[in-house]
């Protein structure tokens, strides 16, 4: 083996012979185990979410395919229906051609065109993380397969009466044109401003007050020509006597009624709300309350019309309604229009005031334009009864959540569950198979032909709805569109329902609660068994990463590492505000003043399988990920020393006897206990505690102690040929099956070894990831020998710790004493003593008698006994004494210095409570040290 581990010399070699043999397929004989993959949108690239979730997903796959289980992760990428129009959009732009300069047809060649080139750059990023998919098996929601299934479930939900065509508020980007759901909305806290309006009271009615006015407060004084009603709360004594009465609406001259609704807060504003069912959410539920007519005054673009739509809750047109509008705004966009209508209050002497307000702002995440509520036809999903399968599936345990208490965030969603708007006004994605005749009448079949024939329209002109579906009803028949459905193939009825989905929390409404409702309808099926809900990976600091924030991290870059030039390039390229861009720039260089050290796959997948922890968000430390750097170079140390010392030698494969020494059966014994752990914590999906588990066995038992504990073996040329053979073979065997336990986390170092020690170890195969798990041997668990080693372990460490106080040599040999030692001690020490004396560097190990007198010792405890190293002559007394006084003297400046600070109220009453902690923290440690070194300046003054 290399001296020295190189990740890059070996990760992207191993990928592809893993790949090209296949090794990913399903293939074990055990019960079958399926994965579905989140799919990634096509236009994407790796984020550390995507690392994450890959990391947990694969760490799942190899355990169970190394258990026997007939393995499926199945692979796909998702349409993405906005972004990649966008990405299509603005190539063609930039060309200045526009895709209604196309057509639909070409335009959606031109969209395929760019798939085939530019689509599969998440893929490569998701082999580069060493994520063992069946890639044979890719799919992509626009596949011919995966189309047909979206067409027969849309045709099943609306021939069962769960799909229908209405016309309601839904969430309108007024760049886009399009109708979008909630996940891609964005809440922007923003400075805005509340406006207070006089709405006119009618027929000589008073307020309260003796106003003939009441006083609206509003954010969007531009929808106030939609204005439908002003609603009071019921009990608020202010209004009460004026329920059922009416205002004039300003500037429109229209009567609007006054109505109670517990919708109003009594305490906010002066407790009147002007209600505009046509452009706002809450507006709308209390329109429906009260039968209040929809007054649409918005184009497609937010521009105002000149003369209002209005309907009536069940979508049809109010012919009676008067409809108009001031032509003052007619033409004017939304914001212009706003400007005007506030002019034409405060000069109409209605302005009461304008204060400050604080408010979150919805925009599109695509786009970045304000959304605007809007009223329009759109295709929708009946949720409710879907939702009561899918609630029931969860109560009986058919479908657990892990950790358990995202099952209150689901049912919470479910038990309030709306109508699933299901349509997009784009041209990239499932076209929604829906014909309309000349009358406006809708047929929905699976395609023209269908609904011809089952119509029995012969000839007659068909025109085809032009919108498509949400790309979240494709990917919501994931689990089983990607297996074959509606055929009945062999792979769905063999990796169907799946076991596990990995997720975030931020979609358990948005994608899981979907997944569950379409496949208890269409297959009767739960999809999936089990759902492991992780949290979001964050900063250092525990702050969400985004660029705007200039803390996001690219997984690649931590893998293969970049430049500090490069890596203040992606994060500040494009950005339009030079103040912020510098901002991140200066926070880049203070936190990666050489840019990003390469780490490997590796220790990137440990670093997040160690930070899995039950739901909680991740804080992303890269000194972790050094960290188990250091692991992958210790492993790797381990096995260049087993190969030098196994290589061409008797590592007990033969017939001939071999003696297990105590620290081999030791070693064997804690081996067992890691193979259970592991294992239990990986069924249990803590993945934090398996790493751990892990870790704490190669690094601190097997490479700290059991391979210093074993070089006297080979150092010592009269070690019998039956010790020597049985060292080897545990040597080598445990490394070998520590490397099966740590594959699912760190595939590529642990392929790599193991290809190395295999044949010594005994074990044939092509591949480690074929290797059958680890299973522990209750009998080869040896308390005995566990105790033993404990005792070694605890002698060594008091020794070491001595030296390391009084400031011994480590190259020095001592003398230590022994008192209050059992008969067990002693039948110890009479096994262990040339190996203490050798690794310890002890020259004798003298047991006192009882009522022995001892000279003046460092001491440690192991146990009852008490270990004991005589300080003369091992030491400089005078250097030693006025070294210490010297460092004695500097923490005591340093606590009264702290203790100064703190006990200055200017100074905590200002300082931020963390601040204050770690200057609590430090003056605790300095306390500490200082207590310390006083306790040793006394002993040595004692010599």
């Not at 760490?59 to 169970?64: E, N, P, Q, S, T």
């Not at 460490?797 to 209050?820: C, F, H, W």
């Not at 306390?927 to 040595?940: G, K, P, W």
Request: charged share 25%; with cysteine.
């Amino acid at each position: 083996m290399d001296k020295t581990y190189q990740p890059h010399a070996i990760e992207t070699s191993w990928y592809q012979t893993w790949e090209q043999n296949n090794y990913f397929a399903p293939q074990g004989s055990g019960q079958p185990y399926t994965i579905m993959i989140p799919p990634p949108n096509v236009t994407g690239s790796l984020h550390m979410g995507h690392g994450f979730n890959n990391a947990i997903m694969d760490a799942l796959i190899r355990f169970r395919r190394m258990q026997g289980r007939n393995t499926l992760w199945q692979p796909g990428t998702d349409h993405a229906g906005i972004a990649t129009q966008m990405v299509v959009e603005r190539q063609l732009a930039a060309q200045g051609v526009s895709r209604h300069d196309l057509g639909r047809d070409k335009f959606l060649d031109k969209v395929w065109e760019w798939k085939e080139q530019s689509g599969g750059t998440i893929t490569r990023q998701i082999r580069r993380l060493g994520s063992s998919v069946d890639w044979s098996r890719e799919r992509f929601t626009m596949d011919e397969g995966l189309s047909e299934a979206v067409k027969e479930a849309f045709v099943r939900l609306h021939e069962d009466g769960l799909i229908y065509r209405g016309k309601r508020l839904v969430n309108w980007d007024t760049k886009l044109h399009t109708a979008i759901s909630d996940l891609e909305v964005e809440n922007h806290d923003e400075k805005g401003s509340l406006w207070n309006l006089r709405y006119p009271l009618t027929d000589g009615a008073k307020t309260a007050e003796g106003k003939d006015y009441l006083i609206v407060a509003t954010t969007r004084p531009e929808t106030m020509l939609g204005d439908s009603a002003v609603a009071v709360h019921p009990e608020d004594p202010r209004y009460k006597a004026l329920i059922g009465q009416f205002v004039e609406l300003p500037l429109v001259g229209r009567r609007i009624p006054i109505v109670a609704d517990d919708y109003c807060d009594p305490e906010f504003g002066t407790g009147c709300v002007k209600i505009t069912p046509a452009h706002d959410f809450n507006d709308y539920e209390v329109g429906k309350r009260h039968n209040l007519p929809l007054i649409n005054i918005f184009d497609q673009d937010a521009v105002v019309l000149s003369k209002a739509q209005v309907f009536n809750l069940d979508g049809s047109v109010n012919e009676a309604f008067d409809a108009s509008l001031p032509t003052a705004f007619a033409g004017l966009e939304r914001f212009e229009a706003r400007k005007q209508i506030v002019a034409a209050f405060d000069s109409a002497g209605l302005l009461e005031a304008i204060e400050p307000h604080a408010l979150k702002v919805p925009k599109g995440d695509r786009s970045g334009t304000v959304i605007e509520p809007w009223l329009t036809d759109q295709w929708y999903v009946s949720t409710k009864p879907l939702a009561e399968k899918a609630i029931a599936a969860v109560e009986s345990g058919q479908i657990e959540f892990v950790p358990k208490q995202y099952e209150n965030m689901y049912f919470s969603w479910m038990r309030d569950i709306q109508d699933w708007c299901i349509s997009r006004q784009l041209w990239w994605g499932h076209r929604i198979p829906a014909w309309y005749d000349e009358s406006g009448k809708v047929y929905v079949g699976r395609d023209e032909a269908e609904v011809r024939a089952k119509h029995n329209l012969g000839d007659a002109p068909l025109r085809q709805d032009d919108d498509v579906l949400d790309t979240w009803f494709s990917s919501g028949l994931w689990t089983f569109s990607t297996l074959g459905w509606p055929q009945q193939t062999e792979f769905l009825k063999t990796f169907h329902p799946t076991d596990v989905l990995v997720t975030g929390f931020d979609i358990i409404f948005f994608w899981v609660a979907r997944m569950i409702m379409m496949s208890l309808h269409l297959t009767e099926q739960v999809p999936f068994k089990t759902v492991y809900v992780h949290g979001l990976v964050r900063d250092g600091q525990g702050q969400k990463m985004s660029k705007s924030k200039g803390n996001v991290l690219d997984p690649l870059d931590i893998i293969d590492g970049i430049e500090l030039d490069t890596l203040l390039e992606k994060r500040t390229s494009g950005m339009m505000q030079p103040k912020l861009a510098e901002k991140i720039a200066k926070q880049t260089k203070a936190e990666f003043p050489e840019g990003i050290n390469s780490y490997g796959t590796d220790a990137l997948r440990f670093t997040f399988c160690s930070l899995a922890s039950t739901g909680r968000d991740i804080k992303f430390d890269m000194g972790r990920v050094e960290g188990f750097r250091n692991f992958c170079n210790k492993l790797w140390q381990a096995a260049n020393f087993v190969t030098e010392n196994t290589d061409g030698q008797d590592c007990g494969l033969s017939d001939a006897p071999a003696e297990l020494s105590a620290v081999d059966r030791w070693i064997i014994s804690a081996l067992q206990r890691t193979e259970q752990e592991v294992t239990r914590q990986l069924d249990a999906f803590r993945f934090d505690l398996a790493a751990q588990a892990l870790y704490e066995f190669i690094w601190d038992e097997y490479c700290a102690w059991y391979l210093e504990l074993v070089k006297p073996v080979f150092w010592d040329e009269n070690t019998p040929a039956e010790r020597l053979r049985g060292t080897r073979r545990t040597l080598i065997r445990v490394l070998e099956t520590a490397l099966r336990l740590a594959h699912p986390f760190m595939p590529f170092i642990t392929e790599e070894i193991w290809q190395r020690i295999k044949t010594q170890a005994g074990k044939t195969g092509d591949t480690l990831m074929l290797q059958p798990w680890p299973v522990a041997a209750e009998e080869r668990i040896d308390a005995a020998a566990e105790a033993d080693i404990a005792w070694v372990k605890t002698l060594m460490l008091g020794v070491r710790q001595i030296r390391g106080e009084m400031k011994i040599s480590l190259s020095k040999r001592i003398d230590i004493l022994l008192a209050r030692a059992s008969a067990e001690d002693q039948r110890r020490l009479n096994e262990f003593a040339p190996m203490l004396k050798k690794l310890a560097k002890l020259e004798t190990i003298t047991v006192l008698a009882a009522g022995d007198e001892a000279p003046m010792s460092a001491t440690a405890l192991v146990g009852e006994m008490q270990v004991l190293v005589p300080m003369a002559g091992l030491i400089d007394k005078d250097a030693e004494l006025a070294r210490l006084g010297k460092e004695i003297q500097r923490l005591q400046g340093e606590v009264k210095r702290i203790s100064g600070k703190l006990g200055n109220a200017g100074f905590v009453d200002k300082a931020p409570p963390e601040v204050i902690d770690k200057e609590r923290a430090k003056l605790s440690e300095a306390e500490q040290a200082l207590n310390q070194l006083v306790d040793q300046q006394a002993r040595i003054a004692n010599l």
